[in-house]
T-cell receptor, first 115, second 109 residues
């Protein structure tokens, strides 16, 4: 297992278009998180899954955003009708819940630019 | 309101100098993580501190967890240009990870 994998690494899209990002977590991890990060800031929580269940969503996740993890493995994050304010780095992380020390491991991110 | 506050937010130092980054909260954490992130990349986990008062060393980096498990610090000795990056502390008091505001470190050769 090579860690958390995100695709694509970069995406440039026109305003109003839909985009979808994919995240493949570390295989034995049951938790998967999506974060958004703008330049120079720390990651902001968007949503997280435990197995296939989406257990928590941030108020940052407007109705244009939807995330799925259909089989409890990979996850997709879709943004509909993109806006310039959606331009950011989208990070995926995974962890294993079950121990006291929960550590999250991140993918390399998907850089979205909306023009 | 940020759950985890980091200071300083920006730090620019000369190669060879020492520095300390602080991560503070009013909440108690069972563990705290420190990450380093380079431009265009995802955060990379450096260390996890678990026990109050714990000190962990990673080469020139020393991490400390406060006795009350509400704060942590990262000390870098003899900083090098390769230490340049965004340093983030993170913790999970519940089910999601909260990140600090980040400290952007630049080490000038």
């Amino acid at each position: 297992d090579t860690g958390v994998s995100q695709n694509p690494r970069h995406k440039i899209t026109k305003r109003g278009q839909n985009v979808t990002f994919r995240c493949d977590p570390i295989s034995e991890h049951n938790r998967l998180y999506w974060y958004r990060q703008t330049l120079g800031q720390g990651p902001e929580f968007l949503t997280y899954f435990q197995n296939e269940a989406q257990l928590e969503k941030s108020r940052l996740l407007s109705d244009r955003f939807s995330a799925e993890r259909p089989k409890g493995s990979f996850s997709t994050l879709e943004i509909q009708r993109t806006e310039q304010g959606d331009s950011a780095m989208y990070l995926c992380a995974s962890s294993f819940s079950g121990g006291l020390n929960t550590e999250a491991f991140f993918g390399q991110g998907t850089r979205l630019t909306v023009v | 309101t940020q759950l985890l506050e980091q200071s300083p937010q920006f730090l620019s130092i000369q190669e060879g100098e020492n520095l300390t980054v602080y991560c503070n909260s009013s909440s108690v954490f069972s563990s705290l993580q420190w990450y380093r992130q380079e431009p265009g990349e995802g955060p990379v986990l450096l260390v996890t501190v678990v026990t109050g008062g714990e000190v962990k060393k990673l080469k020139r980096l020393t991490f400390q967890f406060g006795d009350a498990r509400k704060d942590s610090s990262l000390h870098i000795t003899a900083a090098q240009p390769g230490d340049t990056g965004l340093y983030l502390c993170a913790g999970a008091p519940g089910n999601q990870f909260y990140f600090g505001t980040g400290t952007s470190l630049t080490v000038i050769p």
